[in-house]
């Protein structure tokens, strides 16, 4: 067995894996051929690489296959990193794309230590992360459940004229709405029996996502950041799942830039031009964040239920809550008092809320594995 690394790109897809190596030594990067897509044939190739090096070191990038692979090959103790195809660099020039080509510039990037590994997320976490992704995605459906109701009321001149839609008396007053034609009627029946079930799975798994977090790794950090203002248990088993550890950035500021929330920058000799937020990064964490920061809004207070949320946690997590909640809501006001939209002010609120985030973090620990 030689004592040479081999880099092993992998261009991975449902039913089949391109497979490319660059040798340690500089030579040119070459394709080694395809496999299928289960793990069974990358145990085989493995089998025969490990022959002739000694540490092979793979790369592939992320993407909807996930993180099985990674974390069977990581298991089994090679070094694999997973990349995000928006960080890796690429020609502009080349008009050229196809599955061998992507797993060879992989392996030959990988190599020249070009590539920025993604955060891998731990199974568990990944768990919850995909619980708050669907909850996200039954959100959505309810939203678009109600507007087509509400859309084929309005076509048919059917208005409810009391204050708020989608109180009880709305729901009341929807019970015994009468449509012009029969046919009619049974398209509206459809649409409220959809708001009715979207809701009902909206609560289900709410009620579902309460029981992970009590018995996840991450829940006293999910707990302490419910001390901050607008940031419920969705808002915060979503960031947390997310992100994973906060405490693995180095200072706030590297937060706000990964969940996309930092100004976009263009500088050409002396000139400077800030632009919108990046909105690189994580977009879910992101979203969230956003709604939670129109909670600033109003002046600063600890209503009952967010006293109810701070009961049990470190007296340092309640006064940096506190602390939040005085600054962001002061900054709400004075920068629209500026002249602001609401859209900027929002954003900037979120990306302040995240630094408090980040510092709440610090005073709590997730429970041991």
């Known amino acids: ?31 080694y051929g395809r496999i299928a897509g289960d793990l069974e044939a990358v145990d085989k190739v493995i089998s025969r690489l490990k022959k002739t090096h000694a540490k092979l070191n793979f790369v592939y990038e992320a993407g909807p296959c996930g993180y099985a692979l990674h974390r069977h090959l990581t298991r089994k103790g090679f070094a694999c990193s997973v990349v995000a195809p928006s960080m890796i660099p690429k020609c502009s020039g080349d008009r050229i794309k196809t599955d061998r080509r992507d797993a060879i510039m992989l392996a030959r990037l990988h190599r020249a230590g ?30 678009r459940s109600r507007q087509q109701l509400g859309a084929l009321l309005l076509r048919q001149n059917i208005r409810y004229t009391g204050k708020s839609a989608w109180t009880k008396a709305h729901l009341r007053w929807l019970s015994e709405v009468t449509m012009h034609q029969p046919t009619q009627q049974i398209v ?27 018995g996840w790794r991450m829940a006293p950090v999910v707990s302490a950041l419910q001390a901050l203002r607008g940031v419920s248990l969705n808002v915060a088993a979503t960031t947390v799942a997310e992100i994973g550890d906060m405490t693995r950035f180095d200072k706030p500021r590297q937060l706000m830039a990964f969940l996309g929330l930092v100004p976009s920058q263009y500088s050409s000799g002396p000139r400077v031009r800030m632009g919108h937020i990046t909105k690189t990064g994580n977009g879910h964490a992101r979203r969230v964040l956003v709604e939670a920061a129109w909670a600033h809004r109003f002046p600063a207070k600890i209503a009952r239920a967010h006293q109810v949320r701070q009961e049990n946690l470190p007296q340092a997590v309640r006064d940096i809550a506190w602390k939040a909640q005085l600054r962001l809501c002061r900054r709400y006001q004075r920068l629209l008092g ?17 630094g408090f985030m980040w510092a709440i973090a610090r005073e709590v620990k997730p429970i041991a594995a």
């Not at 992998?10 to 040798?23: C, Q, R």
């Not at 900027?344 to 809320?353: D, P, S």
């Open 1 to 31: 067995m030689g004592d040479s690394t081999m880099y092993v790109g992998l261009d991975v897809h449902k039913e089949s894996i391109e497979i490319a190596l660059a040798s340690y030594d500089g030579g040119e990067a070459r394709h």
């Open 114 to 143: 070009e590539l920025t590994a993604v955060f891998v997320p731990r199974a568990e976490d990944e768990a919850v992360r995909d619980l708050t992704r669907s909850r996200e995605d039954a959100v959505a459906n309810h939203r």
């Open 188 to 214: 509206f029946q459809e649409y409220l029996n959809a708001t009715q079930e979207t809701d009902g799975r909206v609560s289900r798994i709410d009620e579902q996502l309460r029981i992970a977090v009590e």
């Open 338 to 354: 500026k002249g602001k939209t609401k859209n900027v002010v929002v954003t900037a609120i979120a990306r302040e809320l995240v």
